[in-house]
């Protein structure tokens, strides 16, 4: 099933009017390939002008649509020879988690990441793509697994946060959480991740302490959602979209604000029209970061996550330029 936005709409009433013109070129028998011609060359041009000027909640939609790409999409189209590794060893196997081993080209590798359902009954089995506490405790597992063996880490982040019921919080979430990001600091092999979706709060932070966080065009990476930042601030979650120009979520902003390490590319309209391409997208990036880390020793990997973090929330203006100097 085809779902559309409203900034859509011009787009498609093209494509109708395109479909209307073949069919009547079959029954009429009349020749309207000028005029089809000429509306797709109109469609063409008004779709790169409408996706290359999009605004930061219009790309939280399309980074929501039901059609977008999930990690097992991407384990499909990119990984070979993928075995999933299942359980916590304590509680339960979270399926919003889904984690295993791979080759990747010649890479043999552990990757690990949200997964959202495919429909209704999937959804909530998966709880949406928000992990529970042993959801991080496999991913935890998994990662001491990779690092026995030296094998390089790959998460892809999609969640809209941790599960916040109170059976998650009764065992645990937010020490699972916190127990992520002090051991994740410390694993001795190279960590990428890259957002394909949302990337919400601690859910995601639980697996992207990362050496490299890479986001695809039209993914978010925040503390919070829109909505859940527009009520707090606004009382309003209907200003959602104002909220989201002033929370700098998308790629771009994070990318300016060195949150994120590179951004990859979507074909036009989202990664939902094109789900090979982007994850041909990806797989290029992926193994450039994974060929820049062979050579790095255990400590030079340990530094650089070290690092990459440290200098979060740095920023420079002309104010504290000149405090820094001793200027007035």
């Given at each position: 099933m085809?779902?559309?936005?409203?900034?859509?709409?011009?787009?498609i009433?093209?494509?109708k009017?395109?479909s209307?013109?073949?069919?009547?070129s079959?029954?009429?028998?009349?020749?309207?390939?000028?005029?089809?011609?000429?509306l797709?060359?109109?469609r063409n041009?008004?779709?790169?002008?409408?996706?290359?000027?999009?605004t930061p909640?219009?790309?939280?939609?399309?980074a929501?649509?039901?059609?977008?790409p999930h990690?097992?999409?991407?384990?499909?189209?990119?990984?070979?020879?993928?075995?999933?590794?299942?359980?916590?060893r304590?509680?339960?196997?979270?399926?919003?988690i889904?984690?295993?081993?791979?080759h990747?080209?010649?890479?043999?590798?552990?990757?690990?990441?949200?997964?959202?359902?495919?429909?209704?009954?999937?959804?909530?089995?998966?709880?949406f793509?928000?992990?529970?506490?042993?959801?991080?405790k496999?991913?935890?597992r998994?990662?001491?697994?990779?690092?026995?063996?030296?094998?390089?880490?790959?998460?892809?982040?999609?969640?809209p946060?941790?599960?916040?019921?109170?059976?998650?919080?009764?065992?645990g979430?937010?020490r699972?959480?916190?127990n992520?990001?002090?051991?994740m600091s410390?694993?001795?092999v190279?960590?990428?991740?890259?957002?394909?979706?949302?990337?919400?709060?601690?859910?995601?932070?639980?697996?992207?302490i990362?050496?490299?966080?890479?986001?695809?065009?039209?993914a978010?990476?925040?503390?919070?959602?829109?909505?859940?930042?527009?009520a707090?601030l606004?009382?309003?979650?209907?200003?959602?979209?104002e909220?989201?120009?002033?929370?700098?979520?998308?790629?771009?902003?994070?990318?300016?604000?060195?949150?994120?390490?590179?951004?990859?590319?979507?074909?036009?309209?989202?990664a939902?029209?094109d789900?090979?391409k982007?994850?041909?997208?990806?797989?290029l990036?992926l193994?450039?970061?994974?060929q820049?880390?062979?050579?790095?020793?255990?400590?030079?990997?340990?530094?650089?996550?070290?690092?990459?973090?440290?200098?979060?929330?740095?920023?420079?203006?002309?104010?504290?330029?000149?405090?820094?100097?001793?200027?007035s």
């Amino acid at each position: 099933m085809n779902i559309f936005f409203d900034f859509e709409e011009p787009i498609i009433e093209i494509n109708k009017r395109i479909s209307e013109l073949q069919k009547s070129s079959l029954t009429c028998k009349v020749d309207f390939s000028k005029q089809i011609i000429g509306l797709e060359k109109t469609r063409n041009d008004l779709q790169h002008k409408i996706y290359k000027s999009l605004t930061p909640w219009q790309r939280v939609q399309i980074a929501r649509h039901c059609n977008r790409p999930h990690f097992l999409d991407y384990i499909r189209l990119m990984f070979k020879d993928f075995i999933e590794l299942h359980g916590d060893r304590d509680f339960d196997d979270d399926q919003a988690i889904v984690c295993g081993i791979a080759h990747l080209d010649v890479s043999y590798v552990v990757v690990i990441g949200h997964q959202k359902g495919m429909n209704l009954e999937d959804n909530l089995r998966r709880h949406f793509g928000m992990a529970h506490p042993e959801g991080y405790k496999k991913a935890l597992r998994v990662m001491k697994f990779a690092e026995k063996f030296n094998k390089p880490i790959i998460t892809f982040i999609d969640t809209p946060g941790a599960y916040a019921g109170i059976t998650a919080e009764m065992r645990g979430q937010a020490r699972a959480i916190a127990n992520n990001l002090l051991m994740m600091s410390s694993i001795k092999v190279p960590i990428i991740s890259i957002v394909i979706g949302e990337g919400g709060s601690g859910g995601a932070l639980g697996i992207s302490i990362s050496n490299r966080i890479l986001c695809l065009e039209n993914a978010y990476y925040s503390v919070i959602s829109p909505e859940g930042c527009a009520a707090i601030l606004f009382k309003d979650s209907s200003r959602a979209p104002e909220a989201a120009i002033a929370m700098k979520i998308t790629a771009k902003d994070l990318f300016d604000l060195h949150v994120v390490d590179e951004i990859i590319k979507e074909p036009l309209g989202g990664a939902h029209y094109d789900p090979l391409k982007t994850a041909n997208n990806i797989k290029l990036i992926l193994n450039k970061h994974l060929q820049y880390y062979k050579s790095k020793s255990i400590q030079e990997i340990l530094d650089d996550r070290y690092n990459k973090f440290r200098k979060f929330g740095i920023y420079s203006t002309i104010e504290t330029d000149k405090l820094k100097q001793g200027g007035s």
